[in-house]
């Protein structure tokens, strides 16, 4: 089956830099466009980068020049590297993958930016 497990959370400094990464497996990785959501306290859930199976990538407005999607299809993982964090950057952020109609998430990783 379909899993994704998120990692790299943690509790950072405002201008400091995190990594997320998602060990994704139950289907072929490399045919599939990734991406990475938040979700903050009392907010909706919002899409912050995507990757193309091609290795295009897109992001909100809100990330764009601190934030880098990427992923290694050898290891099954799509990587969130986080730089310049500010405190709304804090939530919990989840893996998704959409499989035909079907949409997968991981079980998501809390980031904390706080002085």
């Known amino acids: 089956q379909v899993q994704l497990v998120e990692s790299g959370g943690g509790l950072v400094q405002p201008g400091g830099s995190l990594r997320l990464s998602c060990a994704a497996s139950g289907f072929t990785f490399s045919s599939y466009a990734m991406g990475w959501y938040r979700q903050a306290p009392g907010k909706q859930r919002e899409l912050v980068a995507t990757i193309t199976r091609g290795g295009i990538t897109s992001y909100t407005d809100s990330v764009k020049g601190r934030f880098t999607i990427s992923r290694d299809n050898a290891k099954n993982t799509v990587y969130l590297q986080m730089n310049n964090l500010k405190p709304e950057d804090t939530a919990v952020y989840y893996c998704?993958?959409?499989?035909?109609?079907?949409?997968?998430w991981g079980q998501g990783t809390q980031v904390t930016v706080s002085s």
């Open positions: 998704n993958v959409k499989l035909l109609s079907l949409s997968y």
